[in-house]
């Protein structure tokens, strides 16, 4: 769950495997602190999305080189946490870039509803913002990503 979210926040596996590494890292320095099993589910989501964002902040910050993803293909990676079949490749490709597209926390609240199938109240509360700001991200972005793909499609 963490990697998936780290993933599709960020867009970059390697990028999402650090900052998974990084919130596991601090979930076992504050072990202690946190109560029950829910009181970690939420602790870890909270952290992930804070952290990818982070991490997007330092990225546009300083220059990195990017590497051409066929560099990396005998690695064996794994294959993402929530894995769709879709209908059509090609289709689920295009969606996939548009979303990738869109500013970072436009991508994070579509990720976390409907890639981590969280509530509303659930980003809400990971974001550190009210319900209804969730919302408003979400109608609009919907509607930018329709518009966007009825683009592509005709």
């Given at each position: ?42 602790w870890l989501r909270r952290a992930t999305v804070h952290r ?103």
């Amino acid at each position: 769950m963490v990697f998936s979210i780290a993933l599709r926040i960020l867009g970059d596996r390697f990028l999402a495997e650090e900052t998974a590494q990084d919130v596991f890292l601090e979930l076992h320095a504050k072990l202690d602190e946190l109560a029950s099993d829910d009181h970690v589910l939420h602790w870890l989501r909270r952290a992930t999305v804070h952290r990818s964002i982070d991490r997007i902040r330092q990225r546009d910050r300083r220059h990195e080189v990017v590497t051409d993803p066929a560099d990396f293909r005998d690695l064996n990676l794994p294959d993402l946490a929530v894995d769709a079949s879709p209908g059509d490749p090609l289709l689920s490709r295009q969606l996939r870039q548009l979303v990738a597209s869109l500013p970072v926390m436009q991508r994070t609240v579509i990720a976390l509803r409907y890639q981590e199938d969280m509530s509303v109240d659930e980003i809400a509360d990971a974001l550190s913002m009210p319900v209804a700001t969730v919302k408003s991200h979400l109608r609009r972005t919907l509607l930018l990503l329709r518009e966007k793909m009825t683009r592509v499609l005709y």
